[in-house]
């Protein structure tokens, strides 16, 4: 392995660290669901515009790392799945570049959607559809307060992104 491998392999860890700690540590419960609202899609993006589709790795491992520390067991090959797709999605889209950065909103709202999507079929499966409609209202929250985190790490990423490529 040479130097940039192991240089591109230790930031792939940092940032699915920081988001693992971004989902797992601030999180605000919701009782319905038995779930919570969390910063981890927000750094899902940034993590994305930092490193391109590379950062659905990261956003994979971080998302379901967070899962299985959490207790969630039957969500993490599906978090990391569906959080997976929406770093590949937001890393091919996204841009921190000046002037690009207000089409950010669309592709974070894309991404949110997939999620939306995909645990509905998961807990659909899972528990069935009528459960699977109670999770809707509050994973739209998640995906409004995820786009929105990822909107305000915009220009964030613009200032770090010539140091991780």
Known sequence: MNLKNTRNLAICGLLAALV???TYVVKLPVPVTNGYVHLGDGFIFFTAMLTGPVGAL????GSALADLIGGYFPYVLPTFLIKGAMGLIAGRLASCEAGRRARNL???LLCE???IAGYFLFEGALYGVGAALGAVIPNVIQGAFGAGVGMALTPVAAQLREYVR
């Open 58 to 61: 990261s956003a994979a491992l």
């Open 106 to 108: 669309p592709v974070f």
């Open 113 to 115: 959607a997939v999620m």
């Open 20 to 22: 693992l700690l971004a």
